[in-house]
């Protein structure tokens, strides 16, 4: 339907309600129910709601019972006005945690449980994905799993000694630990937070998440995804799209075939015989992911398989890693149902993803390397710097930036665009003089614009004192996607205050 102009989907609520079936821990006469040994919460206080305001039958199975008075009512989660009746499982297999786990207090938060004895994934397919998604963490960055194989990402970082470096999540609702896949996806070992459904989703839907890794049945030539129909089948998009469209970045995963129809040897991926279907086609089925959309916001986006990785740019679809073993035309280009960007040869994806021993991804999560903060994109003529973890203490190291950046500018050749990453970055205030002087010098010299950005209110704040309070443009953005945004109004920089 069309608001003020503009197009929107309409979903009706349900006209009717009838029944509700719930589950929590413990109930007492009044059918207040408490949770403390269920794994997630949910959406039940919602449904119970709606079902009960609408004249229907709300029942809640629990484990136990207990006296009148007995519960903490900030501990009672579906209040007994809305219940009607409450079922006592009579054996624990009648009332498990998940579809695998009959009871884990690691999992409800009731104790925190060692993770370090857990065995580590095989080294297969699904792991080689997640261990070249996992190589795109950052520090301090909130993260959504999507189910399948994003799952086996919190199991790598838990292996590389990293999940206390990120914050990961997915949506039925835990904030942090260690998220578990399978049969027990959703919930998570030594959770920080487990939160209802319906609030994670205002987190994500408000633009919460640094990074999501979802799975990807299809993709196309424009990068659009499809995880929702084939055929005459609807799987259904379920959160998908809250999380895609709304992420700071996204990472889609998946098998470069269906089956994979490939193994890891010997450090390389070598690919087995056999019928399988391809999984990046011409036009996907059903769009569940518009690249048209990621383009338009500059939300950076990746398509990670065992076999090579694609990135999203303006020209279609760039193949721009292959993996060890595999032979870019029979193996890679011949299972395409598009021809895809090649502006230089692919390079070889990381030689550690692909052998059975630790990564040292902690090393690599805490380091970035010189090289690897610099970006040119010659079509928006935009410059990036990633200042990201950056800690600046000593006059020598500010020279040193300023000197790097320099000389990568006057390669250039020409006036450019200028968008900067300050995440947890860590200037020193007896710095802060110098530091302006050598962003005003490189501003005179290089900047038609620039954009500065940080995902911490914080940082957005220092930042606004140490650079504003010396005549440089004190706004520092929200997000990458807000600040290309600005970038592409080509509004150029006000001068310097001479003040």
């Not at 821990?25 to 009044?30: E, I, L, S, V």
Request: net charge negative; charged share 20%.
């Amino acid at each position: 339907m069309e608001i003020d102009g503009e197009e929107f989907l309409f979903y009706r609520s349900f006209e009717s309600l009838d029944v509700a079936l719930l589950r929590g821990t413990t109930a007492d006469p009044q059918g207040n129910v408490t949770p403390e040994r269920e794994a997630l919460t949910l959406e039940s206080l919602e449904i119970a709601i709606a079902v009960h305001n609408r004249g229907g039958l709300v029942i809640v199975r629990v484990e136990r019972l207990a006296e009148s008075g007995a519960l903490s009512p900030k501990d009672v989660k579906i209040p007994g006005i809305l219940v009607d009746c409450v079922v006592v499982a009579a054996r624990p297999e009648h009332h498990t945690q998940t579809r695998a786990t009959t009871y884990d207090p690691g999992m409800s938060g009731e104790l925190r449980v060692p993770t370090g004895a857990l065995a580590p994934m095989p080294l297969d397919v699904r792991k080689v994905i997640a261990r070249r998604a996992a190589m795109e963490l950052r520090p301090n960055s909130v993260v959504n799993l999507g189910i399948g194989v994003p799952e086996g990402i919190a199991a790598v970082a838990a292996e590389e000694g990293v999940l206390k470096y990120v914050t990961l999540t997915t949506e039925p609702g835990v904030i942090g630990g260690l998220p578990l896949g399978g049969l027990d996806f959703g919930s998570a070992l030594n959770a920080e937070a487990i939160l209802a459904q319906p609030s994670q989703f205002d987190f994500y839907d408000g633009g919460g998440l640094d990074a999501a890794f979802l799975g990807m049945a299809q993709a196309d030539r424009h990068g659009n995804v499809n995880v929702s129909r084939f055929g005459p089948r609807l799987a259904g998009a379920g959160g998908f799209v809250n999380i895609s469209q709304n992420s700071k970045s996204v990472f889609f995963l998946g098998t470069f075939l269906a089956p994979a129809r490939a193994e890891v040897r010997d450090g390389r991926i070598v690919h087995t015989d056999g019928m399988a279907a391809a999984k990046f086609i011409a036009d996907v089925e059903q769009c569940t992911f518009a690249a048209s959309n990621a383009l338009i916001t500059g939300q950076p986006v990746m398509y990670i398989t065992e076999r090579c990785v694609f990135q999203l740019t303006r020209e279609g679809m760039a193949l721009v890693e292959v993996a060890p073993g595999v032979d870019l035309e029979r193996d890679v280009l011949a299972h395409l149902g598009f021809t895809p960007v090649i502006r230089r040869d692919p390079v070889t994806m990381d030689p550690r993803i692909f052998v059975d021993e630790p990564m040292g991804l902690r090393q690599d999560l805490l380091s970035i390397p010189v090289e690897a903060r610099f970006a040119y994109d010659p079509e928006r003529n935009t410059f990036f710097l990633n200042m990201e973890g950056m800690v600046l203490s000593a006059p020598a190291q500010v020279e040193e930036i300023g000197a790097l950046v320099d000389a990568r500018l006057a390669a250039i050749g020409h006036r450019v665009n200028m968008v900067v990453n300050y995440d947890n970055f860590v200037l020193a205030r007896d710095l802060g003089d110098q530091y302006a002087a050598t962003v005003r010098g490189l501003t005179e010299k290089y900047y038609e614009s620039v954009r500065r950005y940080s995902t911490s209110a914080f940082m957005r704040l220092k930042l606004t004192d140490q650079l504003g309070g010396r005549g440089l443009a004190p706004h520092v953005y929200e997000s990458r996607a807000e600040a290309l945004a600005r970038v592409d109004d080509r509004r150029p920089i006000a001068p310097p205050n001479p003040a």
